[in-house]
C-alpha cells in the first residue's frame, strides 16, 4: 500500500473508531515504538531512536491527557502514575542509550492493552449507558489527532 493510500486508510480508520478502540490504537502505537526505540539503542541508530523515542513520548502524553481525574477515581491516579513512569524509563533509555528500561515498559504496555481491548471488544449492552459505569472507562476523556471523543460514552 503506497503512503497517501495508508495514511487515507489510518485516518479513515481513526475517524470510524469507538472512543475504546482509539484507547487500544494508542497502545498500539505506544508498544510498536518502544520496540522500535529499543531496536534503535541496540543497532545504535541514534535518529531512528529519536524519532521513535519523540513518538512513544507523544502517544505516553495523549494517553495520560485524557484521564479524568475527577470521575476516574484510583484507577485515573494508578494510570497517572504508570504514564509519568513510563515517561520517566523512555527517558532514561533514551540517554543512557541503554534498552533494558525499554523492555519493561513494553511489557507493561502490552498487559494495560490487553485489558483496554477486552474492555473494547465486550459485547454490546443493552444499556447505553453501561460502558459510562465502567470504572475502568470513566477515568477516560480521552482524544486521537483532531477527533475529540469521551471513553465514556
Request: aromatic fraction near 4%.
Amino acid at each position: 500500500m503506497t503512503t497517501p493510500n495508508l495514511n487515507s486508510y489510518m485516518k479513515t480508520q481513526i475517524e470510524t473508531a469507538t472512543p475504546l478502540q482509539l484507547v487500544v490504537m494508542l497502545y498500539d502505537g505506544a508498544i510498536d515504538n518502544a520496540r522500535k526505540a529499543r531496536e534503535a539503542i541496540a543497532s545504535g541508530d541514534v535518529e531512528a531512536k529519536t524519532r521513535a523515542v519523540d513518538k512513544l513520548l507523544a502517544i505516553l502524553g495523549e494517553l495520560q491527557s485524557t484521564l479524568d481525574m475527577e470521575r476516574g477515581g484510583e484507577i485515573s491516579v494508578n494510570l497517572n502514575a504508570l504514564y509519568t513512569y513510563f515517561c520517566e524509563q523512555v527517558v532514561t533509555a533514551s540517554v543512557k542509550l541503554d534498552p533494558e528500561p525499554l523492555d519493561n515498559v513494553e511489557s507493561l504496555l502490552s498487559s494495560i492493552r490487553g485489558a483496554w481491548h477486552e474492555i473494547a471488544t465486550r459485547p454490546a449492552s443493552p444499556d447505553p449507558t453501561a460502558v459510562g459505569n465502567d470504572p475502568a472507562v470513566a477515568g477516560m476523556s480521552g482524544t486521537s489527532e483532531s477527533k475529540r471523543i469521551s471513553v465514556r460514552t
